[in-house]
């Protein structure tokens, strides 16, 4: 069974999910495929790892770093997966580029390169937002582009984290807004 239950943050409601043994879901209500991996049937319920994920995002938006995850769970392809599994080493404060992302996953699978477009595909389809740190990933000028929860979000998300904002900025246009 999937279970679900919110979580009213500063910055707007949040939907979490989990099953008995993890965290599985963590969206802004209404971003871009919000509940994608949902089954059709959820119950919504108070489980253990609920409190946990509550505990974790109370630190988050009182502007501290949290220094534990609860237990997260991230089932999707092994590309998807790839890419998840790096964005968990981006440090509270800090920004990594889609294109470092796409290097690192090359270097890992012995390719020459790999595109950075695939990894905002990746990115993009996240389903732990915040507790897998897709809003920390940034386009390789300093662009803000392609945060499902807004870009409005990704600029306070990392204000909160008192990232170094100087060399980033929101562009005027594009599809990625």
Not at 78 to 86: L, S, T
Request: net charge positive; glycine share 10%.
């Amino acid at each position: 069974m999937i279970y679900t239950a919110k979580y009213d943050s500063p910055l707007g409601g949040i939907t979490l999910a989990c099953d008995d043994s993890a965290l599985i879901g963590l969206w802004f209500d209404g971003q871009k495929h919000f509940g994608n991996i949902l089954p059709k049937q959820t119950e919504t319920a108070e489980r253990p790892l609920f409190s946990q994920a509550r505990r974790w995002l109370d630190i988050y938006f009182s502007g501290r770093e949290p220094d534990f995850l609860p237990p997260l769970r991230y089932d999707s392809t092994p590309f998807r997966k790839a890419v998840c599994d790096i964005m968990l080493t981006i440090p509270y404060g800090k920004t990594m580029t889609y294109g470092e992302i796409a290097a690192k996953i090359a270097q890992e699978r012995g390719l020459l390169k790999m595109s950075a477009q695939a990894v905002g595909g990746a990115v993009g389809h996240n389903p732990i937002s915040l507790m897998i740190p897709c809003h920390r990933v940034v386009g390789t000028s300093g662009s803000l582009t392609g945060y499902g929860g807004g870009i409005a979000r990704k600029v306070r998300l990392l204000e909160l984290e008192r990232a170094d904002m100087t060399r980033l900025f929101v562009p005027k246009t594009g599809t990625a807004l």
